[in-house]
């Protein structure tokens, strides 16, 4: 079945530097990307998406790329900011199925 | 807008009993989702509807039943509850198959 592997499971950086996490999907019929960002004890938000004719986006210090053929997506977040800290969970869905599969996410710590 | 509502917001069960997780939405989406979320697993996407009247298994939906009798609603119902349900259940919704999922507060169960 479907599947998204999300590496690395935690992250730690200091406050000013980059942070990345890498996805890879399975279901070649997967054609589109989001970011979930959850703050401990809240539910997930959406903070950026990507869809299969789009190789790369950016909004603010947050930028996301897909490869298609390799079949990997990754997120960018630059200059991190205590309040980057939270976990982050890549995802990948098909609008043949509007099924939405996660990655097991990745914990992201920023250090003063 | 309340947005998508779930209750309850935290429940004990005895191993066997069931129950029924509510979820609605008042955003008039057509694609509601169920999720669990264990420690370092992600979210695991139970059940999904792409409208009322049709429902669709996830990645895990043993153990547990849909219904979509109506746009707003998507209560999950677990029977014979077993420790290995134990988790943070969380309802999300969609306008669209590939758009913003927007997340329940989420519920937490535990069974005993």
């Known amino acids: 079945g479907e599947n998204v592997e999300q590496h690395p499971s935690t992250l730690s950086v200091q406050e000013g530097d980059s942070a990345v996490i890498k996805c890879t999907y399975s279901d070649s019929a997967s054609n589109y990307f989001p970011w979930y960002k959850q703050e401990l004890g809240k539910r997930p938000q959406l903070i950026i998406d990507?869809?299969?004719?789009?190789g790369e986006k950016k909004d603010q210090r947050i930028a996301v790329t897909l490869n298609k053929t390799a079949k990997h997506f990754s997120l960018h977040i630059t200059e991190t900011q205590p309040e980057d800290s939270a976990v982050y969970f890549c995802a990948s869905g098909s609008g043949n199925t509007g099924k939405l599969i996660f990655g097991q996410g990745t914990t992201l710590q920023v250090k003063p | 807008n309340a947005g998508v509502t779930q209750t309850p917001k935290f429940r004990i069960l005895k191993i066997g009993q069931s129950m029924t997780l509510q979820c609605t939405q008042d955003m008039n989406h057509n694609y509601m989702y169920w999720y669990r979320q264990d420690p370092g697993m992600g979210l695991k996407l139970i059940y999904y509807s792409v409208g009322a009247g049709i429902t669709d298994k996830g990645e895990v939906p043993n153990g547990y039943n849909v219904s979509r009798s109506t746009t707003e609603d998507f209560p999950l119902r677990l029977e014979l509850a077993a420790p290995s349900q134990t988790s943070v259940y969380f309802c999300?919704?969609?306008?669209?198959?590939?758009?913003?999922?927007?997340f329940g507060e989420g519920s937490r169960l535990t069974v005993l």
């Open positions: 990507i869809r299969s004719n789009v």
């Open positions: 999300a919704s969609s306008f669209t198959n590939t758009g913003e999922l927007f």
